[in-house]
């Protein structure tokens, strides 16, 4: 093949009326996928389905302000010198562990306020986080980003790889691991995993936990392969050094959750039906 030959994808996927860029498209579409396999859980947990409709409403844009808001303060030097590029979130530079604070807090202050258990609704929503990521890493793809270091092509067809992915990979005259692969395949086997291990019956917010676990591994090791890693020196990258605390966490928060007696409940443990009300509905009840 001829390397001048090789163009890159497209990444706007409609330009016309309005444009509309395949990376929000695709993380659009892991969103939309998660909840609605949330959705069909939450009821047979006993759960009304509206609850994860009404929390990603809040969710969704609070956790895409965080990851913006995450990535531009690592990359701050870039940004106070060009702030006009700070609302570029169709160029990528959406950092996942700033997604998941936003939506983390966003869903221990709905579940306080709508009076529902968090970890209940955390151990629903696991497997959805993370096929939304797995989908998501596909956004990176049409931007040529999240990539790791210089490879050869013959590197990447011993993979077995489609062209249309080696191709993509071909930037600025040179082939690069696709670590955004990489990660989306690690996702979608944690998706499965965890789909299986709802029928473990796992003490209550231990499916979440094990989430928090699977990904901040599989992220660990990915991000050493990066070429564009938030650094907080030069030699520590952020990523990796938020996916060991986090694994650290996770697995404190079991240990410490079993001894005080606040996971007794499991998983599939039979509960009467739930009764939501929205905001709506709630105040109608108080007239």
């Known amino acids: 093949m001829l390397l001048g030959s090789i163009e890159p994808l497209n990444p706007i996927m409609i330009s016309w009326p309005i444009t509309v860029y395949w990376y929000g498209a695709i993380i659009g579409t892991g969103a939309l996928l998660g909840l609605w396999i949330a959705t069909r859980e939450s009821e047979r947990r006993g759960m009304n389905k509206d609850v994860f409709v009404d929390l990603v409403l809040f969710a969704i844009p609070i956790a895409i302000l965080c990851a913006r808001l995450y990535y531009v303060i690592f990359q701050w030097g870039h940004y106070s010198q060009n702030p006009g590029d700070i609302l570029k979130i169709w160029e990528g530079g959406l950092a996942i562990h700033g997604g998941l604070i936003g939506a983390i807090t966003t869903g221990v202050i709905f579940a306080r ?50 062209d249309f992915i080696v191709n993509q990979m071909y930037i600025d005259g040179a082939y690069y691991h696709p670590t955004f692969l ?79 007696g606040m996971a007794n409940k499991r998983y599939l443990d039979p509960e ?9 509905n709630r105040s109608e009840s108080k007239k």
Request: aromatic share 12%; proline share 1%; net charge positive.
């Open 113 to 162: 306020i709508r009076g529902i258990s968090f970890w209940k609704l955390a151990d629903i929503g696991a497997p959805s986080i993370l096929l939304g990521q797995a989908i998501g890493r596909w956004g990176n793809f049409m931007n040529q980003e999240a990539h790791g270091g210089e490879v050869t092509r013959e590197f990447l067809e011993g993979l077995y790889l489609p």
């Open 182 to 260: 990489y990660e989306s395949i690690w996702n979608f086997v944690g998706v499965a995993l965890l789909l299986l291990l709802r029928k473990a019956n796992f003490r209550r917010g231990e499916l979440f936990l094990s989430y928090v676990i699977w990904y901040s591994v599989g992220r660990y090791f990915i991000e050493g392969l990066r070429t564009d890693s938030l650094m907080l020196t030069e030699t520590l990258r952020v990523a990796q050094v938020i996916s060991i605390g986090l694994v650290i966490l996770a697995i404190a928060l079991i240990i410490v959750r079993r001894m005080l």
């Open 272 to 280: 009467k039906k739930e009764r939501y009300m929205d905001s709506k």
